[in-house]
């Protein structure tokens, strides 16, 4: 079995699947009524308006730009690349947005489209979004990504291995993967939220996803329904918190999935700033898989800036 190397001062806690259980299990539970309630609670803070326009633009900087429909043309991507690079024609000093994310046999065309930009291009991989397939075949899934040149990987964890307690399953298959990217592409780990049940499996799974050398832990696949919700998001970034904590190792967090207003995406901005820290307001640690949340952003930093509304006409259709 492949293991992941050691995590700093947790040791090598994955060693076997009983020490991985201990620990796992050896977790504070989560107080869901008190996550949900200081979750609630930060998610009514405002921002002083002076701070508007930085936490619009750079929660901007942080969208990973997505097509995952069966019927992606090379056309569709390559419009999304132009958006990706100048979201706002009209205004040349708006930011690039972080990475466009596509199937794998789409990459080629999105690493094409976007030679020289700086935005970064994310393949799905590993079955997603079910995750149901053999190791084998989903290794070969990121090889070919990798290949066509994408610089992040999205994977599925297998939550039916979770949920049935095959924990060093899932831990394993995360260290292929994570094996399988070479050094060349930074992994993303999807933990479809919305299939834990709980707050206490969320914080596992978190852990789970990091010992095992995720670079970024992301919530959901965007096609399962609750998604990113704020006290998931505060159990996954109190886990990148406490992780980097005990290794002196800083991972990400991803939001994906139901986050379409700007409102609300600097909201989860407060959210990062109070729970995890300063550190993780960057596209480096933290970003949102959104593409519908992009016009909104766009939207409110237009109105920010020059005092005047503009509307959704203004801007093109993802």
């Known amino acids: 079995m492949v293991r992941a190397p050691s ?15 201990r620990f796992l299990f050896g977790l504070p539970g989560v107080d869901q009524v008190g996550a949900e309630a200081r979750a609630a609670m930060l998610f009514t803070r405002s921002i002083k308006k002076g701070s508007k326009v930085w936490a ?9 730009l997505t097509t995952l429909e069966g019927q992606d043309t090379p056309g569709k991507v390559r419009a999304l690349a132009a958006k990706a690079r100048r979201p706002d024609p009209s205004d040349p000093t708006t930011p ?29 991989a590993t079955a997603f979004p079910s995750g149901r397939a053999a190791l084998a075949t989903k290794l070969v899934d990121v090889a070919e990504a990798i290949a066509a040149g994408a610089d992040e990987i ?12 095959r924990l060093l399953e899932v831990h394993d298959e995360i260290v292929a993967v994570k ?14 939220t919305g299939e834990l049940s709980t707050l206490d499996n969320v914080r596992r799974a978190s852990w789970l996803a990091l010992l095992a050398g995720g670079d ?13 919700t704020p006290p998931v998001a505060l159990v996954m970034l109190q886990a990148v918190r406490d992780f980097a904590a005990a290794t002196g190792d800083v991972r990400g967090v991803k939001l994906a999935g ?21 550190r993780w307001l960057t596209p480096d640690t933290f970003r949102f898989g959104a593409s519908s949340l992009l016009n909104d952003l766009l939207m409110q930093r237009t109105t920010q800036r020059t005092g005047a509304y503009s509307g959704p006409n203004y801007f093109t259709l993802d």
Not at 56 to 64: F, S, T, V, Y
Not at 154 to 165: E, H, K, P, Q, T
Not at 216 to 228: E, H, R
Request: with cysteine.
């Open 7 to 21: 995590s700093g001062g947790l040791g090598d806690v994955a060693s076997s699947d009983s020490s991985l259980r």
């Open 216 to 228: 970024f832990i992301k919530t959901s696949t965007g096609k399962v329904s609750p998604a990113a």
């Open 258 to 278: 139901g986050i379409r207003s700007a409102k609300d995406a600097v909201r989860y901005l407060v959210l990062v700033n109070e729970v995890a820290g300063e």
């Open 154 to 165: 999205d994977m599925v964890i297998d939550r039916g291995a979770f949920l049935s307690g």
């Open 179 to 192: 094996q399988a990217c070479g050094g060349r592409a930074h992994l993303k780990v999807i933990l479809e």
């Open 56 to 64: 619009l633009e750079q929660a901007i900087r942080m969208i990973d």
């Open 96 to 124: 690039p947005v972080a990475a466009v994310c596509v199937y794998p046999d789409l990459v080629g065309v999105s690493v094409e489209a976007l030679r020289g930009s700086g935005v970064h291009t994310a393949s799905v």
